[in-house]
T-cell receptor, first 116, second 112 residues
Framework: GAVVSQHPSWVICKSGTSVKIECRSL??????MFWYRQFPKQSLMLMATSNEGSKATYEQGVEKDKFLINHASLTLSTLTVTSAHPEDSSFYIC????????????FGPGTRLTVL | KQEVTQIPAALSVPEGENLVLNCSFTDSAIYNLQWFRQDPGKGLTSLLL?????REQTSGRLNASLDKSSGRSTLYIAASQPGDSATYLCAVRAGGGNKLTFGTGTQLKVEL
């Protein structure tokens, strides 16, 4: 299957700082990218959906000014957690899907964010 | 609103046993269904994708079936191995929609 990478794989930061997470599709063009967060022993919760070159669509309850998403190219999307607080500590997973009939969704390895 | 449920929530079997994981969804108007595997602290690995017009898909020791009208899918794992231990998630994509709705997951442990 197609490969999606995330960087960094883990990050620890102080409260109040901003953290940027990158998501790349390595061998296909991702017209749509998704960002999820996952709490321990829970399933994935969709945060936002982004199409290349367009503004992201956020799910209800997700603060768009806190979780900034940029999908500037067909292979790269970024999630910036602004002014992070301990309650933002979570496992963040990105996912990518190509256009047309190539509609399987592939997931990155995740980024563990810990805010002290 | 689509709801996806997986039964059982946890399962422990001896090595070599064949097993079935169940997934049910409330809205049958789906575009496709995917089964994923997630190892602790890791992302998701796509196992099988079944389009709404298909009844089953097979990959190695894995076989997934789909009964859209009854809102059910099963993942069959043959001759289970300790390396199969992981959490298995099913997810459905709504017809005409863009998002996946995930199930609650089944945590599988295959013991020696």
């Amino acid at each position: 299957g197609a490969v999606v990478s995330q960087h960094p794989s883990w990050v620890i930061c102080k409260s109040g700082t901003s953290v940027k997470i990158e998501c790349r599709s390595l061998d296909f063009q991702a017209t749509t990218m998704f960002w999820y967060r996952q709490f321990p022993k829970q399933s994935l919760m969709l945060m936002a959906t982004s199409n290349e070159g367009s503004k992201a669509t956020y799910e209800q309850g997700v603060e768009k000014d806190k979780f900034l998403i940029n999908h500037a190219s067909l292979t790269l999307s970024t999630l910036t957690v602004t002014s992070a607080h301990p309650e933002d500590s979570s496992f963040y997973i990105c996912s990518a899907r190509g256009a047309g009939g190539y509609n399987e969704q592939f997931f990155g390895p995740g980024t563990r964010l810990t805010v002290l | 609103k689509q709801e996806v449920t997986q039964i059982p929530a946890a399962l422990s079997v001896p090595e070599g046993e064949n097993l079935v994981l169940n997934c049910s969804f409330t809205d049958s108007a789906i575009y496709n269904l995917q089964w994923f595997r997630q190892d602790p602290g890791k992302g998701l690995t796509s196992l099988l994708l079944i389009q709404s017009s298909q009844r089953e898909q097979t990959s190695g020791r894995l076989n997934a079936s789909l009964d859209k009208s009854s809102g059910r899918s099963t993942l069959y794992i043959a001759a289970s191995q300790p390396g199969d231990s992981a959490t298995y998630l099913c997810a459905v994509r709504a017809g005409g929609g863009n998002k996946l709705t995930f199930g609650t997951g089944t945590q599988l442990k295959v013991e020696l």
